[in-house]
């Protein structure tokens, strides 16, 4: 069997059809993941964004949920399946959402990642963001709590 690649053409608009496959994939990646809910309200909401990456048979393999608010876009979750992981799926979606973005005159992309995840941050420092701040205790963590680093890109620099 041959490996899948994956382009621009994989990503799509999350639809409800999708939820199954969604929750599959945030509960095997996720320590604390979002509910079925939690995704249904995105998925109503206008001022959010929410993609998949299918595969050749259309099946999600990695998502992306975005908000925007005024000038400024904020990255709620960003999820590849683990078998998946570490393939440049979640550079695509993020170099994708950024462009997006700019193109919509947003100035500002934010996001937060626990602060364990050393491969994501080092993902989105390639991608141009800057630490500009923590939140302490933020994650949920089987014994106990986690900081989250904020990090933000300025979208009117041109960073790729």
Known sequence: MSEAVFGPDSIRLMELDD???????????????????????????????????????????????????????????????????RRGIARLMLEQAMEAARNDAMTVMYLEVRETNTGAQLLYERLGFEVCGVRKNYYRRGDGHENAVLMQCLLSGGHK
């Open 19 to 85: 939820l199954d496959a969604v929750m599959a994939i945030e509960t095997a990646a996720q320590l604390t993941p979002w509910t079925r809910s939690h995704f249904g309200d995105c998925l109503k909401n206008a001022n959010y964004l929410c993609q998949v990456v299918v595969d050749r048979d259309d099946e999600p393999v990695a998502f992306l949920i975005l908000s925007r608010i005024l000038d400024e876009t904020h990255v709620l979750n960003v999820v590849v399946a683990p078998a998946l992981q």
